[in-house]
C-alpha cells in the first residue's frame, strides 16, 4: 500500500481495562461452556493489551493509529469510524448499534448453569443460554448491573 502512495491508518475502538477483562472472560463462558471462576480467569491472563498497542504503534506510527473509547461514544462508533478514513469523502447515513455484552451477573448465571453440566454435554446449553440473554434488548430484572 505505501509503494502505492497509501498510508494505511487503524481505528482502534478500545475498551476500559475491567470491561474488556469481562468480555475477554465472558466469551469462553458463553461459546465454549467454561466455567472457570472470574478471579481464576484473571490471574492466568496475560496483559495483552499495552504490548499490542506498542506494536500498532510501533506499525502505524502515532498519526495514523486512531484510538476511540467504546464506552464514551458507543452510539457513534461507526460515525466516528467513517471520519477517522482520511479522503474517503461520504458518511454513511445507516445508524449502526453495538451489541449488548452480558452482565457479570449474566456471565456468572451461565458460568454456573455450565459447571452444572459434564464437560461434553456443555455446549448446546451454554449456546442456547447465552443466546436467549443477549436477544432481550437490556438484563433481565435482577441479572442486571448491581448499583451500590
Request: one cysteine or more.
Amino acid at each position: 500500500m505505501r509503494s502505492a502512495g497509501l498510508e494505511p491508518h487503524a481505528i482502534l475502538a478500545m475498551r476500559d481495562c475491567g470491561e474488556c477483562a469481562r468480555s475477554a472472560y465472558g466469551q469462553p463462558v458463553k461459546r465454549q461452556s467454561a466455567a472457570q471462576e472470574f478471579r481464576t480467569f484473571l490471574g492466568d491472563c496475560p496483559p495483552n493489551c499495552p504490548v499490542r498497542l506498542r506494536a500498532l504503534d510501533r506499525h502505524f506510527g502515532p498519526d495514523r493509529l486512531h484510538l476511540v473509547h467504546c464506552g464514551r461514544n458507543l452510539d457513534r462508533l461507526a460515525g466516528l469510524f467513517f471520519r477517522g478514513l482520511p479522503g474517503l469523502g461520504c458518511m454513511p447515513q445507516v445508524r449502526a448499534r453495538a451489541n449488548r455484552s452480558l452482565t457479570a451477573r449474566e456471565i456468572e448465571l451461565q458460568r454456573v448453569m455450565n459447571a452444572a453440566y459434564p464437560l461434553e454435554q456443555r455446549a448446546r446449553p451454554a449456546t442456547f443460554a447465552s443466546d436467549a440473554l443477549l436477544a432481550a434488548d437490556r438484563p433481565p430484572r435482577g441479572l442486571r448491573h448491581h448499583r451500590r
